[in-house]
Nanobody, 113 residues
């Protein structure tokens, strides 16, 4: 079982940046593919970025070129660097393994004009 704690969210103006972190527990974290998901207000949760156990990233078209996912297996942590933030990036962001298991509490990202 992997337990997840997300952090780093906040309120920023459009065009700004944030870096999210997700600290995991469990001895086999390095074996999992991991992803960052988000749930905008009133919408379904969606996968925006993923990274394989070997470090290969994949991005949704909506964030490609603006977001960067990375991982540090020694620290059992996954990161999401978010640049050039847009209003539509406003959401609660969650990390989880792929396929997903139990969810953490998420971290709120609010982008304003």
């Amino acid at each position: 079982q992997v337990l997840l704690v997300e952090s780093g969210g906040g309120s920023v103006q459009a065009g700004g940046s944030l870096r999210l972190s997700c600290e995991a527990s469990g001895s086999i974290f390095s074996l999992y593919d991991m992803g960052w998901y988000r749930q905008p207000p009133g919408k379904q949760r969606e996968l925006v970025a993923s990274i394989t156990s070997g470090g290969t990233p994949t991005y949704a078209d909506s964030v490609k070129g603006r977001f960067t996912i990375s991982r540090d297996n020694a620290k059992k942590t996954v990161y999401l660097q978010m640049n050039s933030l847009k209003l539509e990036d406003t959401a609660v962001y969650y990390c989880n393994r792929i396929p997903y298991g139990p969810w953490g509490q998420g971290t709120q990202v609010t982008v304003s004009s």
